[in-house]
Nanobody, 125 residues
Framework: QMQLAESGGGLVQAGGSLRLSCVASESIFSSYAMAWFRQAPGKEREFVAAISWSGGDTPYADSVKGRFIISRDNAKKTLYLQMNSLKSDDTAVYYC??????????????????WGQGTQVTVSS
C-alpha cells in the first residue's frame, strides 16, 4: 500500500513562491504517474499538474501554466511542485496522488489510486 506525505505548504504573500514535496513510502513510486490536485473551500478538487513515470510528460492546468513546475526524483521517491508568482486564487489544500498505471498521465482524480493527506497553501493579497 503506497503512502504519500506532503509538506512545504504555508502562508505566503501574493507574488511569492513555495515548493511542495510529496514523499512516497515505496520504491515502486518510480513506475507510477504522479499528480498534484488542490481543493479550495467550497469548491471541488481540481487538477493542477501531473507527471509521467519517466518525467517526460507534464501536463498543467491552464490556471497554473507558466507559473508552476512539477518534477520528480525517483531515487528519492519524491514529487515536487514549484509554485511561483502565487495568487490569492491559488489558496487551497494541495494533494499529491499516485496512479499505478504510470502512463498518460491522467488529469482526472478518479484515475489515481493513492492520495496524501494534503498540505495547506494560503496566499495573502
Amino acid at each position: 500500500q503506497m503512502q504519500l506525505a506532503e509538506s512545504g505548504g504555508g502562508l505566503v504573500q501574493a507574488g511569492g513562491s513555495l515548493r511542495l514535496s510529496c514523499v512516497a513510502s515505496e520504491s515502486i513510486f518510480s513506475s507510477y504517474a504522479m499528480a498534484w490536485f488542490r481543493q479550495a473551500p467550497g469548491k471541488e478538487r481540481e487538477f493542477v499538474a501531473a507527471i509521467s513515470w519517466s518525467g517526460g510528460d507534464t501536463p498543467y492546468a491552464d490556471s497554473v501554466k507558466g507559473r508552476f513546475i512539477i518534477s520528480r526524483d525517483n531515487a528519492k521517491k519524491t514529487l515536487y511542485l514549484q509554485m511561483n508568482s502565487l495568487k490569492s486564487d491559488d489558496t487551497a489544500v494541495y494533494y499529491c496522488a499516485a496512479d499505478q498505471d504510470g502512463w498518460g498521465p491522467p488529469r482526472s482524480s478518479s484515475d489515481y489510486d493513492y492520495w496524501g493527506q494534503g498540505t495547506q497553501v494560503t496566499v495573502s493579497s
